[in-house]
């Protein structure tokens, strides 16, 4: 058995691995950046180096500075986790030189499957079914153009060493192919350090499905079940089951054998998963990654094993523990990923501190993986991820209804969430039924980000009680005190100052309140504990969690999955007029990588103006009327922040 490891990551998998480890009886190192200097995994590891700026280029993808602390810390084995440096062939090669054991696959398996392109060839010759596409090495984009004439449009574009959605294009006509193609480039160079880019026919609506495999020192291979993973917006996944439903025992088994041919093709070790798109019968291999999943907790609750640990003990060169014939499957599992992100903004992720976060009871039907607490900051330098919740049950029904009621019980305070959005998709029939493919949520979103009409008020009738209860009452003679004082046996009309919306107020009586909400009317009382509420609401009783921040006169309510913050005016509140330059504001903060248009310009009113990363994503900023383009106000490079004016664009003379 090996003995010190260092987690060359961060966030909720190196907290997870950190906790496997010392179960084993190994000592843990961690990394961390500037940004994570206080971060969770760094507390939780037996020994913690910083290795540089917050950005990770200069920390985390930097292979010598994470070789560096192995050594000075002793460190006899590595673990990467997944993204960054985890599929990268020079760092597992690297390791090797040093002495020190890479767990994960050899290189060369990773540099097969780490080029598309090349791990299609290999597929091809495994038997295995693949997408009609180009995966050469050309990159001229006349050429690419005419193969993706050739292909037939719709294409997709695809990063050939990528993964996570990023440096990926959906192009439905010629016209559109170049931006497309640039804008792939852009993202894959900056997320994976290779612009190769690869043209895929564009399968419509297939299921994502993929098989987890695992292979040994010794030429023993098996696979340990499949997992579907259609639900996805972005390109990125929401929400994973396993066992993948309504899949027939012969396709499940046909599925799983193609998998373990792909690992076998490449000499394959460790922990890897093969990804398929299915189409009725139908599957076609779409990649291969050579590490860990960010799905494989749902995995390793439907077979009992732990992953991480079977990755430490085959790295240490022992054989696996079980034959193909004694892997078995019990119960359905899901997992779903909690984002800082604005489900009614496009998913755009968010930065900002956690203010307060509550979650469900652990227990052997319900974990969480994370890796940030009450008080921590959600980075706009990482992924926006928060946690993974996932549930078991002995039935997918069962665990559908166990994840739907573990998500009432996830609130999070200091920023927009997607705890409500998962809800509303975890609660839909298309789902239930067992039917979504990879567009279900596009061709649902309306569905999934809209509230119902009733949830909304009771969130704002206690958001209400809140405000009378432990503000105006706390804070009188203040800013926030903008009523006449109570009188006994006199019925008072106090406004809720509510900043999003205007005539919601409250009548006092003897036991409590009459508040009267966008046309209709509660009757209401409350009692407050800390940071509870339980109101009666016209006879029926609620609790709800809630954060108040004072210095920004803001209150989280937290009500069963339906987080919400509500603003308050001030007592000179002046009302904001609506800014058109919006539209051209960072939405968060991030990085310029291109202006897409000359200054002194025309643009139309959508024109794209410039581009920033943030995230790991790309976001286009649009013109927000038609006129001309005068400056811009950050050089491509430069880092902005939230709010941050990044062009001007000023109306034609003579327009409004």
Same mark, same amino acid.
């Given at each position: 058995?090996?003995?010190?490891?260092?987690?060359?990551?961060?966030?909720?998998?190196?907290?997870?691995?950190?906790?496997?480890?010392?179960?084993?009886?190994?000592?843990?190192?961690?990394?961390?950046?500037?940004?994570?200097?206080?971060?969770?995994?760094?507390?939780?590891?037996?020994?913690?180096?910083?290795?540089?700026?917050?950005?990770?280029?200069?920390?985390?993808?930097?292979?010598?500075?994470?070789?560096?602390?192995?050594?000075? /810390?002793?460190?006899? &084995?590595?673990?990467?986790?997944?993204?960054?440096?985890?599929?990268?062939?020079?760092?597992?090669?690297?390791?090797?030189?040093?002495?020190?054991?890479?767990?994960?696959?050899?290189?060369?398996?990773?540099?097969?499957?780490?080029?598309?392109?090349?791990?299609?060839?290999?597929?091809?010759?495994?038997?295995?079914?693949?997408?009609?596409?180009?995966?050469?090495?050309?990159?001229?984009?006349?050429?690419?153009?005419?193969?993706?004439?050739?292909?037939?449009?719709?294409?997709?574009?695809?990063?050939?060493?990528?993964?996570?959605?990023?440096?990926?294009?959906?192009?439905?006509?010629?016209?559109?192919?170049?931006?497309?193609?640039?804008?792939?480039?852009?993202? /894959?160079?900056?997320?994976?350090?290779?612009?190769?880019?690869?043209?895929?026919?564009?399968?419509?609506?297939?299921?994502?499905?993929?098989?987890?495999?695992?292979?040994?020192?010794?030429?023993?291979?098996?696979?340990?079940?499949?997992?579907? &993973?259609?639900?996805?917006?972005?390109?990125?996944?929401?929400?994973?089951?396993?066992?993948?439903?309504?899949?027939?025992?012969?396709?499940?088994?046909?599925?799983?054998?193609?998998?373990?041919?792909?690992?076998?093709?490449?000499?394959?070790?460790?922990?890897?998963?093969?990804?398929?798109?299915?189409?009725?019968?139908?599957?076609?291999?779409?990649? #291969?990654?050579?590490?860990?999943?960010?799905?494989?907790?749902?995995?390793?609750?439907?077979?009992?094993?732990?992953?991480?640990?079977?990755?430490?003990?085959?790295?240490?060169?022992? !054989?696996?523990?079980?034959?193909?014939?004694?892997?078995?499957? +019990?119960?359905? *599992?899901?997992?779903?990923?909690?984002?800082?992100?604005?489900?009614?903004?496009?998913?755009?992720? &968010?930065?900002? +501190?956690?203010?307060?976060?509550?979650?469900?009871?652990?227990?052997?039907?319900?974990?969480?993986?994370?890796?940030?607490?009450?008080? *921590?900051?959600?980075?706009?330098?990482?992924?926006?991820?928060?946690?993974?919740?996932?549930?078991?049950?002995?039935?997918?029904?069962?665990?559908?209804?166990?994840?739907?009621?573990?998500?009432?019980?996830?609130?999070? !305070?200091?920023?927009?969430?997607?705890?409500?959005?998962?809800?509303?998709?975890? @609660?839909?029939?298309? %789902?239930?039924?067992?039917?979504?493919?990879?567009?279900?949520?596009?061709?649902?979103?309306?569905?999934?980000?809209?509230?119902?009409?009733?949830?909304?008020?009771?969130?704002?009738?206690?958001?209400?009680?809140?405000?009378?209860?432990?503000?105006?009452?706390?804070?009188?003679?203040? /800013?926030?005190?903008?009523? /006449?004082?109570?009188?006994?046996?006199?019925?008072?009309?106090?406004?809720?100052?509510? @900043?999003?919306?205007?005539?919601?107020?409250?009548?006092? %009586?003897?036991?409590?309140?009459?508040?009267?909400?966008?046309?209709?009317?509660?009757?209401?009382?409350?009692?407050?504990?800390?940071?509870?509420?339980?109101?009666?609401?016209?006879?029926?009783?609620?609790? *709800?969690?809630?954060?108040?921040?004072?210095?920004?006169?803001?209150?989280?309510? #937290?009500?069963?999955?339906?987080?919400?913050?509500?603003?308050?005016?001030?007592?000179?509140?002046?009302?904001? +007029?609506?800014?058109?330059?919006?539209?051209?504001?960072?939405?968060?903060?991030?990085?310029?990588?291109?202006?897409?248009?000359?200054?002194?310009?025309?643009?139309?009113?959508?024109?794209?103006?410039?581009?920033?990363?943030?995230?790991?994503?790309?976001?286009?900023?649009?013109?927000?009327?038609?006129?001309?383009? +005068?400056?811009? &106000?950050?050089?491509?490079?430069?880092?902005?922040?939230?709010?941050?004016?990044? *062009?001007?664009?000023?109306?034609?003379?003579?327009?409004?």
């Amino acid at each position: 058995m090996l003995n010190k490891i260092l987690i060359a990551n961060r966030g909720e998998i190196a907290c997870r691995i950190i906790k496997t480890a010392k179960r084993l009886g190994l000592k843990t190192v961690a990394v961390y950046s500037d940004a994570d200097a206080n971060a969770l995994h760094v507390k939780h590891a037996d020994e913690a180096y910083h290795i540089g700026p917050s950005p990770s280029k200069d920390s985390y993808l930097v292979a010598d500075k994470i070789l560096d602390v192995a050594k000075r /810390a002793g460190a006899d &084995c590595v673990h990467p986790g997944y993204g960054f440096l985890s599929e990268n062939d020079g760092f597992a090669n690297a390791c090797l030189a040093n002495n020190i054991v890479f767990i994960g696959p050899p290189a060369d398996a990773i540099t097969a499957m780490g080029s598309k392109s090349r791990s299609k060839e290999i597929m091809a010759a495994a038997n295995v079914p693949l997408v009609p596409g180009y995966y050469g090495q050309n990159q001229d984009i006349e050429f690419l153009k005419q193969e993706a004439i050739n292909i037939g449009f719709p294409v997709l574009i695809k990063a050939a060493y990528g993964g996570g959605g990023k440096g990926m294009r959906v192009v439905n006509h010629i016209d559109e192919f170049e931006s497309a193609l640039s804008g792939a480039q852009r993202e /894959a160079q900056a997320g994976f350090g290779n612009d190769l880019v690869l043209l895929e026919r564009y399968v419509n609506q297939p299921r994502h499905v993929e098989v987890q495999v695992f292979a040994d020192q010794h030429g023993n291979c098996i696979y340990l079940g499949d997992r579907d &993973c259609s639900l996805q917006r972005r390109h990125q996944k929401v929400i994973e089951e396993a066992p993948a439903p309504t899949l027939s025992d012969t396709l499940r088994k046909e599925m799983g054998e193609a998998a373990v041919r792909c690992a076998k093709a490449i000499n394959y070790v460790g922990a890897g998963t093969v990804e398929f798109l299915l189409c009725g019968d139908e599957f076609f291999f779409m990649e #291969m990654n050579t590490r860990l999943q960010v799905e494989h907790p749902v995995t390793e609750m439907v077979t009992g094993i732990d992953l991480v640990e079977w990755q430490i003990r085959v790295a240490s060169g022992q !054989a696996l523990l079980l034959t193909q014939q004694q892997v078995l499957l +019990t119960g359905h *599992a899901l997992e779903a990923r909690i984002y800082a992100e604005d489900p009614n903004q496009d998913f755009i992720p &968010c930065s900002g +501190t956690i203010k307060a976060m509550l979650t469900p009871e652990l227990s052997q039907h319900i974990r969480i993986d994370t890796g940030v607490e009450t008080g *921590a900051e959600i980075s706009s330098f990482y992924d926006p991820m928060i946690a993974k919740l996932i549930v078991w049950d002995e039935t997918r029904e069962l665990a559908i209804t166990r994840l739907q009621h573990a998500l009432e019980q996830f609130h999070l !305070a200091g920023f927009h969430c997607n705890v409500s959005f998962l809800h509303q998709l975890a @609660s839909h029939k298309g %789902f239930t039924d067992a039917q979504p493919d990879t567009h279900f949520i596009a061709n649902h979103i309306d569905d999934l980000i809209n509230d119902s009409q009733q949830t909304c008020n009771i969130s704002k009738v206690m958001a209400s009680l809140v405000y009378l209860h432990q503000i105006r009452n706390a804070n009188s003679g203040d /800013a926030w005190d903008t009523q /006449a004082g109570f009188r006994l046996n006199q019925q008072q009309k106090i406004a809720i100052p509510f @900043s999003e919306s205007e005539g919601v107020y409250a009548v006092r %009586f003897e036991q409590g309140y009459t508040l009267h909400i966008n046309d209709f009317s509660f009757t209401a009382s409350a009692s407050i504990d800390q940071q509870q509420i339980t109101a009666s609401i016209n006879g029926e009783k609620y609790s *709800a969690d809630f954060y108040y921040d004072a210095a920004n006169h803001t209150i989280d309510l #937290m009500y069963l999955a339906f987080n919400h913050q509500y603003a308050f005016k001030q007592k000179h509140y002046i009302s904001e +007029t609506n800014n058109q330059s919006a539209s051209l504001a960072a939405p968060l903060n991030g990085t310029v990588v291109k202006h897409l248009v000359p200054l002194g310009q025309d643009v139309s009113e959508g024109d794209g103006v410039v581009i920033i990363e943030a995230m790991k994503m790309e976001y286009t900023l649009a013109a927000p009327f038609d006129g001309v383009l +005068t400056s811009y &106000c950050f050089g491509e490079g430069e880092l902005v922040t939230h709010g941050a004016m990044l *062009a001007v664009v000023e109306p034609h003379e003579g327009n409004d």
